[in-house]
């Protein structure tokens, strides 16, 4: 043994006075980052809450942009590569796409009905006017076409036709077969946001202030087609949802307009600017609006059917009511709807907020080690994808010497054991009745997690 040790601590001393000589290579070792230095929920944060951690993923590049999109979860890095992550673990898939420059709008998803042939897709814009079809599966370049024009959004994609802004206020229509063009339309001024497809309808709203339905396979049809007026621009996407047409304009009004014929169903006096997208799920939509003045921002939850406000979360309440809870002054942004509750980020601090979608009021705080700069605002295609509530992303694009690091979290049902009905009993004792507290030095039970369904 002694022989062994010797032999050993020289094969050691030689390794070492090798590696230390000029021809030996030198291997830098990244040290990871402290857990508390990274971007996560804070310890404990989801006890007790209606989340849980479903992944959390590690990029050693930077990121430039996250977003989910008809259940797809793509990422675009600094030095433009385009990935897809699995919904289920976070994984980026085999495959990854090496973009031709930078992203300045987000991918558009095209996903076929089921029974219809066709491989899924996913179109980016880039350079200001080249549109490029990527196979969803593979991340493989199908095609690209140099469009000629300034591209001012994000294109919409149905399944023979694309969709696209030009700077100006004109939509294009292109058909995927040979890409050639189809009927145009023009609006009175610029359209900053993406159209938006639903059915056998196109809208995009427009600086001028008005909202365009237009037919999506010929354009303007007289009878069919109808223009929205409001007294301002608009810089979001329309929303529609349940036979209406949403927009908010800089009127500090929020629309709702009947979707068949244009006629203002009703509006909704916001008495701020909506800069942020508005999104529609469980009858109700939201939109966040800013006071340019003072710099706050109200959530406001309007009923959908009726254009009046459910609640708004802010420093007051409506009716009388103050959400004053000790440092809780104002939402950050938007996440998405839950089956009972809205995710929302805090505006001051980095946390995300449970409220209540029947009156806003705070029902779980959870804290993040660090504020996000990514928020992927979503509404569950405005509740047509009921297995995406929940489902909260965020991300931070990359720290000093850390990973660019991406959060899932999803929503569960809590169930407590003390709510179900206590097992019947041969001879209950009358000194302990099923509804008795537990005593101190029994520690109480934590909730049971429902089993999630497959």
Same mark, same amino acid.
Request: proline fraction near 6%; hydrophobic fraction near 40%; charge should be negative.
């Given at each position: 043994m002694?022989s062994f040790g010797?032999a050993?601590?020289g094969?050691?001393?030689?390794a070492?006075l090798?590696?230390c000589?000029?021809d030996?290579p030198?291997?830098?070792?990244?040290?990871?980052?402290?857990?508390a230095?990274?971007f996560?929920?804070?310890?404990?944060g989801?006890?007790?809450?209606?989340?849980?951690e479903?992944?959390v993923?590690?990029h050693?590049?930077?990121?430039?942009?996250l977003?989910?999109d008809?259940?797809?979860?793509l990422l675009? #890095?600094?030095?433009?590569?385009?990935?897809?992550l699995?919904p289920a673990t976070?994984l980026p898939?085999?495959?990854?796409l090496r973009?031709k420059?930078?992203?300045?709008y987000a991918?558009a998803?095209?996903?076929?009905?089921p029974?219809?042939?066709g491989?899924d897709e996913?179109?980016?814009?880039?350079h200001g006017d080249?549109l490029?079809c990527i196979?969803?599966?593979?991340?493989l370049?199908?095609? &690209?076409?140099k469009?000629?024009f300034?591209?001012?959004s994000?294109?919409?994609v149905?399944e023979k #036709?694309i969709?696209?802004t030009?700077e100006?206020?004109?939509i294009n229509t292109?058909?995927?077969e040979?890409r &050639?063009?189809?009927?145009?339309h023009?609006a009175?001024k610029?359209?900053? *946001?993406a @159209?938006?497809l639903?059915?056998?309808m196109?809208?995009?709203?427009s600086e001028?202030g008005?909202?365009y339905?237009?037919n999506?396979? &010929?354009?303007w049809?007289n009878?069919?087609s109808w223009i929205?007026?409001?007294r *301002?621009r608009i810089?979001?996407r329309p929303?529609?949802?349940?036979q209406?047409?949403?927009?908010a304009s %800089?009127?500090?009004?929020?629309y709702?307009?009947d979707?068949n014929?244009g006629?203002?169903?009703?509006?909704?006096s916001?008495?701020?600017?909506v800069?942020d997208?508005?999104?529609a799920?469980?009858d109700?939509?939201f939109?966040?609006?800013?006071?340019?003045?003072?710099?706050?921002r109200?959530?406001y939850?309007?009923s959908?059917?009726?254009?009046?406000?459910?609640?708004?979360?802010?420093?007051p309440?409506v009716d009388?009511?103050?959400y004053?809870e000790p440092?809780?002054?104002g939402v950050?942004a938007?996440?998405c709807?839950?089956k009972?509750l809205a995710?929302?980020? *805090?505006k001051d601090? $980095?946390?995300?907020?449970?409220? &209540?979608l029947?009156?806003?009021k705070?029902? %779980?705080?959870i804290?993040l080690?660090?504020? $996000?700069?990514?928020?992927?605002?979503?509404?569950?295609e405005?509740g047509?994808?009921?297995?995406a509530?929940?489902?909260?992303?965020?991300a931070?694009k990359?720290?000093?010497?850390?990973?660019?690091r991406?959060i899932?979290?999803?929503e569960?049902?809590?169930?407590?054991?003390?709510?179900? @009905?206590? $097992?019947?009993?041969?001879?209950p004792k009358?000194?302990a009745p099923?509804?008795e507290?537990p005593k101190?030095? =029994? $520690?109480?039970?934590e909730?049971?997690?429902e089993? =999630?369904e497959e």
């Amino acid at each position: 043994m002694r022989s062994f040790g010797r032999a050993a601590l020289g094969t050691w001393v030689l390794a070492v006075l090798w590696s230390c000589s000029s021809d030996a290579p030198v291997v830098e070792e990244k040290a990871a980052a402290p857990r508390a230095g990274r971007f996560m929920v804070a310890p404990g944060g989801l006890e007790g809450t209606s989340l849980k951690e479903a992944w959390v993923y590690e990029h050693d590049k930077e990121i430039a942009g996250l977003c989910y999109d008809k259940g797809l979860i793509l990422l675009w #890095t600094a030095d433009n590569d385009l990935l897809r992550l699995d919904p289920a673990t976070g994984l980026p898939i085999e495959y990854r796409l090496r973009l031709k420059g930078p992203l300045k709008y987000a991918p558009a998803v095209y996903r076929y009905p089921p029974g219809t042939a066709g491989n899924d897709e996913i179109y980016v814009i880039q350079h200001g006017d080249l549109l490029c079809c990527i196979e969803a599966e593979t991340l493989l370049e199908l095609w &690209s076409e140099k469009l000629g024009f300034g591209v001012a959004s994000a294109p919409a994609v149905g399944e023979k #036709t694309i969709y696209v802004t030009a700077e100006g206020g004109r939509i294009n229509t292109f058909r995927k077969e040979n890409r &050639s063009l189809g009927w145009t339309h023009s609006a009175g001024k610029s359209v900053s *946001a993406a @159209p938006v497809l639903a059915g056998d309808m196109v809208y995009m709203a427009s600086e001028d202030g008005n909202v365009y339905a237009l037919n999506a396979i &010929s354009g303007w049809i007289n009878g069919r087609s109808w223009i929205g007026k409001t007294r *301002a621009r608009i810089k979001t996407r329309p929303v529609v949802y349940q036979q209406r047409v949403f927009a908010a304009s %800089h009127d500090c009004f929020l629309y709702g307009f009947d979707a068949n014929d244009g006629n203002v169903a009703w509006k909704f006096s916001t008495g701020r600017i909506v800069n942020d997208q508005p999104h529609a799920c469980s009858d109700t939509v939201f939109c966040l609006a800013d006071d340019l003045q003072n710099g706050e921002r109200t959530l406001y939850a309007v009923s959908s059917t009726n254009g009046k406000a459910r609640w708004k979360r802010t420093m007051p309440g409506v009716d009388g009511r103050t959400y004053d809870e000790p440092g809780v002054p104002g939402v950050g942004a938007f996440i998405c709807p839950g089956k009972e509750l809205a995710y929302v980020l *805090a505006k001051d601090a $980095p946390e995300i907020w449970a409220l &209540s979608l029947a009156d806003g009021k705070l029902v %779980h705080r959870i804290g993040l080690t660090q504020r $996000p700069d990514i928020v992927v605002s979503h509404d569950a295609e405005q509740g047509r994808d009921d297995a995406a509530r929940g489902l909260v992303l965020m991300a931070v694009k990359k720290g000093s010497g850390k990973a660019a690091r991406i959060i899932a979290l999803r929503e569960r049902r809590l169930v407590h054991r003390n709510a179900e @009905p206590a $097992p019947k009993a041969e001879a209950p004792k009358a000194e302990a009745p099923a509804t008795e507290e537990p005593k101190a030095e =029994e $520690p109480a039970e934590e909730p049971a997690e429902e089993p =999630e369904e497959e």
